[in-house]
Each structure stands twice: as C-alpha cells, then as structure tokens.
C-alpha cells in the first residue's frame, strides 16, 4: 500500500480534507449512521498511510485528528458512548501530538458536548472550561465550550450563572470569524436550541417549547437531523407540560426524521415520549403517533443506553 501511494504528485491530506466535508454534508442530511463506516474505513487508511510514512506526516496527523473527532461525533449521535469517548480521546492525543490548540480545542469541545449527553455536569464543565483555555480567542470553538460549559452550570443549578454563560456564548458568535472547517452549524439559533434542551432537563418544560419553536424558526437550512432532534425534545417538553396534542404531533415529525436519518438521539427521545402517552388517549395526533410508533417499533431498533 505504501509504496503503491507513495507517489509525491499526490495530495492526501487535500484528499481527506475533501471528503471529510462531503462526509460531514452527508452526516447533516442523511444521518451519522450511513456516513460512520466511511469515517472509520478513512481512519484506518490514514493510519497505513502514516506508518508507511507517504505524504505530509503533519497533515495526515491532523487528518487522523479531525476524523477522529468526527467518528466521535457520529458514535455520539449513535448514543453508543463507549466508542464516542474512544475516538474522541484519540482525537485529543493527536492533537496533543500537533502541538496546536485547534485541534486541541475541538477535540476537548466535543468531549465536554458528549458529557453533556450522559447527564455528567461536573465532567461537561471542567471540558467546556478546558476547552475554552486551549480554543483560539473568540473562535467558535470558545462559542461552543461555553454552550456546554452553561448547560454544565444549569445542571449543577446555577441557573443564573448559565443564563450569563450562554449570553457570552452569543456575544463571541456575533463576532467570530467563520470557519469553513467547523462550526458552520453554530449560530444564535443553535445556542438558542440548545439553552432550551437546558430548560427541559431542568424542567421548564413550557420555556423551552418556547424556546425550541423560536429556534427551529430560525435555523439554517440543511441540517434536518438537528431539526429531529429538537422537535424529539420540544414534544417531551410539551408532554411533561401536559401538552398532549403539540406533542403528538411534535414526536411523529420528529420520528419520521430519526428514521430517515437513522438518529439513536432522535428515536431514544422519541421512544420517551411514547413511555409518556397515555396509548388510550383520544386526543387529536395520538393514534398517528402511536400507530406510526408501532410500525417502527415493530421493525426493530437498538437502543444504546
């Protein structure tokens, strides 16, 4: 393989840095599971590449780094914790290996987010708070680092504190430089999104429906399983308020997009909601949730937990 590759005329690193974004667009439209093999398979290429030593060894190290973090990411969306939390500490050793708070900051933002999901707030903060050291000053990684970090404080019941942390968040998104390599999901709206995921899990349930609508009104275009995934938490938000009919209908748009999208994140919440409705109800929407929750069901799903 390597002196098959060795050829100089090559541009790995370019190679990968291109398919890493198409990779990610496709992760963004069609779901973490359909891309995740092709992460992995350029994993392991990059790693034949390297100990064969062909091409630029900084530039396939940070390549390693960035799919590292990505295959960390789409393991998140999978809930399959175990492996997100491998490969984004293989993430941060590479980067580690650079030398370059870049990579050091992605790869500590997206551990400080997947602590975040496993309602760890003590282990969210103090990523989020490692992360905002290493990040480049007022770079999105800083915006995201103190989007968990504010997440972190409200679960450990510093409301206030949490509300401040995410206005700093927003005031560093308004001035941030754009990033063609990451981040172009994070805008207001996604802070905004997210802030209402915190009102849920601390139970302002009928904020954050608020919240949620406001964000998903707007969010940008092309990102339909971030969409899912808010609409799965908005219809257990309206549900634990009471709200039947919203949820109902909420948690059937939001079942049809884990679906297309094969989203572990959107069905586990999905699957909550389900647990919540009463299944004799009579309200309007319940018999289309139920019925289409039970065809989906019926066709099998695992749930990593």
């Given amino acids: 393989m390597a002196s098959m590759l060795a050829d100089a005329s090559i541009d790995h690193v370019a190679h990968f840095d291109t398919m890493r974004m198409s990779l990610i667009e496709s992760d963004n439209l069609y779901g973490a599971a359909r891309t995740l093999p092709h992460v992995l398979d350029s994993l392991a290429l990059l790693g034949e590449l390297k100990r064969g030593k062909v091409g630029d060894p900084r530039g396939i190290l940070r390549m390693q780094a960035v799919f590292a973090e990505t295959a960390a990411w789409q393991y998140q969306d999978q809930r399959d914790f175990v492996n997100a939390q491998h490969w984004a500490a293989k993430a ?4 580690h290996q650079l ?3 870049y990579y050091i900051g992605l790869s500590l933002v997206r551990m400080s987010q997947l602590a975040c999901d496993q309602g760890d707030a ?3 903060g103090e990523l989020a708070d490692a992360a905002h050291r290493s990040a480049p000053h007022n770079s999105l990684f800083s915006a995201a680092a103190l989007t968990f970090r504010a997440h972190a404080l409200a679960l450990a019941g510093a409301a206030r ?3 401040r942390t995410y206005d700093a968040a927003r005031a560093i998104v308004a001035i941030a430089a754009d990033d063609p390599k990451w981040g172009m999901f994070l805008d207001d709206s996604y802070i905004d999104a997210y802030q209402a995921h915190t009102f849920a899990e601390t139970g302002e349930h009928a904020r954050a429906t608020t ?6 009104s707007r969010m940008q275009p092309g990102f339909p399983r971030d969409k899912g995934v808010y609409l799965a938490r908005t219809a257990v938000s309206h549900m634990a308020a009471g709200e039947i009919e919203p949820a109902a209908a909420a948690g059937r748009s939001a079942l049809e997009i884990g679906i297309s999208t094969r989203s572990t994140r959107i069905l586990h919440k999905v699957r909550e909601l389900s647990g919540m409705i009463d299944p004799d109800s009579k309200q309007t929407g319940v018999a289309e949730f139920r019925d289409a929750f039970t065809a989906w069901e019926a066709e099998g799903w695992l749930d990593h937990t």
Avoid: K, Y
């Fill in 92 to 95: 941060l050793q590479w980067s």
């Fill in 161 to 163: 504190d949490s509300a």
């Fill in 122 to 124: 003590n282990e969210a």
């Fill in 211 to 216: 919240q949620f609508a406001d964000a998903m």
């Fill in 99 to 101: 030398a370059d708070d």
